[in-house]
């Protein structure tokens, strides 16, 4: 599918086409009615109005809670459960009326007010609690209300309300993690519908969110949904660890070794091996370039993070001791099942690479990703099971640092891609002005060296924009 600024890119060059003769005024109308010249300024004004429409309705939700509010303590309970339900129910039914209309300005408005209506869910859900006095952590306000704005965008296929929902569950998880690092996450808690949810909120986000993206065929869905499934792994590290740490009995360092590999490895495992199997399912959108950049993106913050010997040299603090024999286990399902599902996805691309032969550019990519995943999962396992190694950690992820960097930059040639190449050129950069920061030198050389790297930045892009306009496509 083509994006509205390709289209416009395209119009552009084709109005110099038809001026310098290389195509008639029959061949432009052909590719104005291909491509929908005349559609773009509609659809320019249409993501203005959506826009405004969108802040318009959250600031009328948030106007109608706060003149609520003002009057709240005033009106009986009956009254407040009476007038809450009217609102939601009016809201709603609004919007889902004026959405179902096939003019486009109608359905902007009815998602709009489906927005509204979403912002008014969450707001009755926290008043419904304070009129019957129901004290609940906050994240399970989060939780409650994200749910209920998942079902609407399952029912409606809406990516404003894919997106709210994915925000407030993700908001929610988060809200776990930092209240059960207070209260020790890794012992046994009493089992509720919220800590199910959170200890296990990884594989439910696979469950609840990926099928969403398909639905609306949204790539910011997925891009989101990817992002929060990353980020609760993330938060549940310690569950794992701890976990495993009571199922091997393992030392406090050793429990911090398995935590650091899962964070490194686990996440870019199943980002890069993701496949939407478009080939084998009617499926109209395929989302694996978007899971791959997000893998090399989180192995880049990975490698730049812990490329400083600094943090290698810190050892685990004494507060981390715990009793490994009240350890809760059940989270470990939800590692299980992330580790099975990305076992099976890194034999499936296997399976892939064994039918071409040669292997492609792209197979030879996937191997050498393999390799630095499986790298950046070891040294810390060597690092606190077999001896100290913070010299050789430093080294190594330097060096797959300087890789990924110089790999980028050389797709970005190959391939004309902007953001591959400045991105590994802006990983490259800030590293090794952080070794002049951290260096003992004088203001003199610091200062030298910032203008080498401003003068090499400016030929460098200029000797790349020149590049891709001679030997190639640039593509963003």
């Not at 432009?28 to 291909?34: F, I």
């Not at 569950?169 to 776990?176: H, R, S, V």
């Not at 935590?259 to 395929?286: M, Q, T, V």
């Amino acid at each position: 599918m083509t994006t509205d600024k390709f289209r416009s890119q395209l119009r552009q060059e084709a109005e110099v086409w038809r001026t310098e003769g290389i195509i008639n005024d029959s061949q432009h109308e052909q590719l104005a009615q291909r491509y929908q010249f005349n559609a773009l300024d509609t659809s320019s004004r249409n993501l203005f109005v959506m826009v405004l429409i969108g802040l318009g309705c959250i600031l009328v939700g948030l106007g109608i809670i706060t003149f609520v509010a003002s009057n709240w303590q005033e009106l009986s309970k009956n009254f407040k459960v009476l007038l809450l339900i009217s609102l939601l129910v009016g809201v709603n039914t609004t919007g889902f009326y004026i959405w179902r209309k096939s003019r486009e300005s109608n359905q902007r408005l009815g998602n709009g007010l489906l927005l509204l209506g979403a912002l008014i869910l969450g707001a009755n859900i926290a008043l419904m609690g304070q009129i019957y006095h129901v004290d609940n952590p906050f994240y399970e306000l989060m939780f409650a209300w994200g749910i209920g704005v998942l079902v609407m965008a399952y029912s409606l296929r809406l990516t404003t309300l894919s997106l709210l929902a994915i925000l407030l569950i993700w908001i929610g998880q988060w809200g776990f993690a930092i209240n059960s690092s207070f209260d020790s996450p890794w012992l046994y808690q009493k089992l509720t519908w919220s800590s199910v949810l959170g200890e296990h909120m990884p594989i439910i986000a696979c469950i609840m969110f990926v099928p969403l993206a398909y639905l609306c065929k949204s790539r910011w869905v997925f891009a989101f949904s990817a992002i929060a499934i990353v980020s609760a792994l993330m938060g549940n590290v310690y569950f794992y660890s701890y976990g495993i740490g009571r199922l091997f009995n393992l030392s406090t360092l050793q429990i911090l070794g398995w935590a650091i590999a899962l964070f490194f490895a686990l996440p870019p495992i199943l980002l890069w091996s993701y496949d939407d199997f478009r080939e084998n399912r009617a499926i109209s959108k395929s989302f694996k370039a978007i899971s791959q950049n997000l893998a090399l993106i989180y192995l880049a913050g990975v490698f730049y993070s812990f490329s400083f010997y600094s943090l290698w040299a810190i050892l685990p603090p004494e507060s981390l001791q715990t009793d490994l024999t009240k350890v809760n286990l059940f989270p470990l399902i939800s590692l299980l099942a992330l580790i099975i599902i990305g076992v099976w996805q890194w034999v499936r691309l296997g399976q892939k690479m064994t039918r071409h032969r040669p292997l492609r550019s792209q197979d030879l990519t996937t191997i050498v990703v393999g390799l630095l995943i499986g790298i950046t999962a070891l040294i810390p396992l060597w690092h606190t099971f077999v001896a100290p190694i913070p010299e050789l950690a430093t080294f190594a992820f330097n060096a797959m640092l300087f890789m990924l960097s110089i790999g980028l930059m050389r797709e970005g040639l190959t391939h004309g891609q902007r953001r591959a190449f400045w991105f590994g050129l802006l990983l490259l950069i800030c590293r090794i002005l952080n070794w002049f920061f951290l260096a003992d030198t004088g203001l003199l050389i610091k200062s030298l060296v910032f203008v080498l790297c401003g003068v090499g930045v400016i030929a460098i892009g200029l000797w790349f924009e020149k590049y891709v306009r001679t030997f190639g496509n640039p593509t963003n």
